[in-house]
């Protein structure tokens, strides 16, 4: 399953540039993109929000340190002398030194294949080139990775208060309503009253 935006081309140039500086700060960098790849795929199945949180902190703190290694890569190629890789018999990249304890009636002839350093800096340049076009993709998909569900979870649950509600008072009978104020009395109350007044005169 692919889970970064790099292809075959892009690992391979990666890995090219990377080389000039020491093999645990390349495998920095590629395991930085696998890192981003699988909390976009599998950051949202973390339950615990501690531990959720935690993957998050150390994500942004591997981003700033694989960016560091990406300008040391950089920095190496265009202003630095490329590491030849060379190493044993005391030899160097400015000095070959064979040595054959047995030879036959001829000697042995050493040969290489030498191209100018303007050239190595045009290739880093180049590269350099590639690697900024290639970031801006690779950062966006970085942070839409991050933010892949959530992008951060609060330890504690929010307190929402709720409402208070007044328990109705059993066996009690609702106040009667009277008039409103302003209005006039109810007309069948007066009437009634007069007509008591008149039957008791007569």
């Not at 880093?124 to 900024?132: I, K, Q």
Request: proline share 8%; net charge positive.
């Amino acid at each position: 399953m692919k889970i970064t935006p790099l292809g075959t081309r892009d690992w391979i140039l990666l890995g090219i540039g990377l080389s000039q500086v020491p093999l645990v700060a390349a495998a920095l960098v590629a395991a930085w993109l696998l890192a981003l790849g699988l909390r976009r795929t599998r950051g949202a199945e973390i339950r615990r929000p501690f531990v959720f949180d935690l993957a998050q902190l150390a994500l942004v703190v591997w981003t700033l340190v694989a960016l560091g290694i990406l300008f040391w890569g950089v920095q190496t190629g265009l202003l630095g002398t490329p590491d030849m890789q060379i190493a044993g018999n005391g030899s160097s990249a400015y000095e070959l030194n064979w040595y054959a304890d047995r030879t036959g009636t001829l000697l042995p002839r050493a040969w290489i294949v030498s191209v100018p350093l303007l050239l190595y800096r045009f290739a880093m340049l180049a590269w350099a080139l590639w690697l900024a076009l290639a970031l801006l993709r690779w950062m966006r998909w970085g942070w839409e990775s991050l933010n892949t569900g959530d992008g951060w979870r609060p330890l504690r649950k929010k307190w929402a208060p709720q409402p208070l509600t007044v328990p109705p008072v059993v066996g009690s009978a609702p106040p009667a309503a009277g008039p409103e104020p302003g209005e006039p009395p109810a007309a069948g109350a007066g009437e009634s009253d007069g007509s008591d007044r008149s039957d008791g005169s007569v």
